[in-house]
Nanobody
Framework: QVQLVESGGGLVQAGGSLRLSCAASGQTFDYLGWFRQAPGEEREILAVIMWNTGRTSVTDSVASRFSISRANAGRAVYLQMNRLKPDDTAVYYC???????????WGHGTQVTVSS
């Protein structure tokens, strides 16, 4: 099992920044991703980091504003979000998985609200 706990969400004005954290514990995993889900919308993937190589990928729609990184020590992963827009309002989740197994482990999410 992998336990994931997100933090760092909150209320921010449009144009502001937030850094979300995902603290991981338990068994090892191969990759960790950040997702978000707005009310009435499908969940969408934002970014992923491959744990062994550190290679990252960010969805094109947010790539100019969001970035993913991990702590130098420990198993924390961050989502840096800049120039936030009201459309970024959503619950943000981190999830981890193993090769061939998909995202099996999910955190409970952290709310991000961007006011105009």
């Amino acid at each position: 099992q992998v336990q994931l706990v997100e933090s760092g969400g909150g209320l921010v004005q449009a144009g502001g920044s937030l850094r979300l954290s995902c603290a991981a514990s338990g068994q090892t995993f191969d990759y960790l991703g950040w997702f978000r889900q707005a009310p009435g919308e499908e969940r969408e993937i934002l970014a992923v980091i491959m744990w062994n190589t550190g290679r990252t990928s960010v969805t094109d729609s947010v790539a100019s504003r969001f970035s993913i990184s991990r702590a130098n020590a420990g198993r924390a992963v961050y989502l840096q979000m800049n120039r936030l827009k009201p459309d970024d309002t959503a619950v943000y989740y981190c999830a981890a998985g193993m090769d061939g197994g998909g995202y099996r482990f999910w955190g409970h999410g952290t709310q991000v609200t961007v006011s105009s």
